[in-house]
């Protein structure tokens, strides 16, 4: 079964950091962009960064630049967010997402998530 | 930046109903546009890729359309199942999802 499990969510006081992980299982991990997209309490999805397949190019939402770092582990079959200086605004539900790519264009869609963590900035 | 909008932000149906969802680009995207479902407490789903592909699993009565910076998608008679919110994303250009689209019950 292709899964994806995201784990490291939890409190964290203004300015802290939290590193959040996600366990890729069920598919060929080292052959994927993946993505973390978070979704605010009672607001819509937000992209927040990606990465290919062996880490060499990294994409982010303005908001997380400088603060946020995307990395993966295809050995370990896992994707990492190291968030630092968090602000209330980033308190949020954290998905991963495998990103598909639609043979023979370069066009893709986020088409298996995890089922989310959640992350608190309060003091 | 591609900024994404989508109209209505709500609608209420009834079992039975065609509904039409709209999504507009910022600026020219092709056909780099997806459809998500989103049920309160769970994960999106994709729905539709590449603005007209439906996605395998997904019933036949989700359709999308559109290409350039104007797409639909479409749900022929609504099911029980379907009330939830509905997002669009571009991925001309790194990805942006659309406010999303609370579709109720009537």
């Known amino acids: 079964e292709v899964q994806l499990v995201e784990s490291g969510g939890g409190l964290v006081q203004p300015g802290g950091s939290l590193r959040l992980s996600c366990a890729a299982s069920g598919f060929t991990f080292r052959s994927y962009w993946m993505n973390w997209v978070r979704q605010a309490p009672g607001k819509g999805l937000e992209w927040v960064a990606n990465?290919?397949?062996?880490?060499?190019?990294?994409y982010y939402v303005d908001s997380v630049k400088g603060r946020f770092t995307i990395s993966r582990d295809n050995a370990k079959n896992s994707l990492f967010l190291q968030m630092n200086s968090l602000t209330a605004e980033d308190t949020a539900v954290y998905y991963c997402?495998?990103?598909?790519?639609?043979?023979?264009?370069?066009?893709?869609?986020?088409?298996?998530w995890g089922q989310g963590t959640m992350v608190t900035v309060s003091s | 930046d591609i900024q994404m909008t989508q109209s209505p932000s709500s609608l209420s149906a009834s079992v039975g109903d065609r509904v039409t969802i709209t999504c507009r680009a910022s600026q020219y995207i092709n056909s780099y546009l997806n459809w998500y479902q989103q049920k309160p407490g769970k994960a999106p789903k994709l729905l539709i890729y590449t603005a007209s592909s439906l996605q395998s699993g997904v019933p036949s009565r989700f359709s999308g359309s559109g290409s350039g910076t104007d797409f639909t998608l479409t749900i022929t008679s609504l099911q029980p199942e379907d009330f939830a919110t509905y997002y669009c994303q571009q991925s001309y250009y790194t990805h942006t999802f659309g406010p999303g689209t609370k579709l109720e019950i009537k």
């Open positions: 997402a495998r990103e598909m790519i639609v043979v023979p264009t370069d066009m893709d869609a986020l088409d298996v």
């Open positions: 990465i290919d397949q062996d880490g060499s190019e990294k």
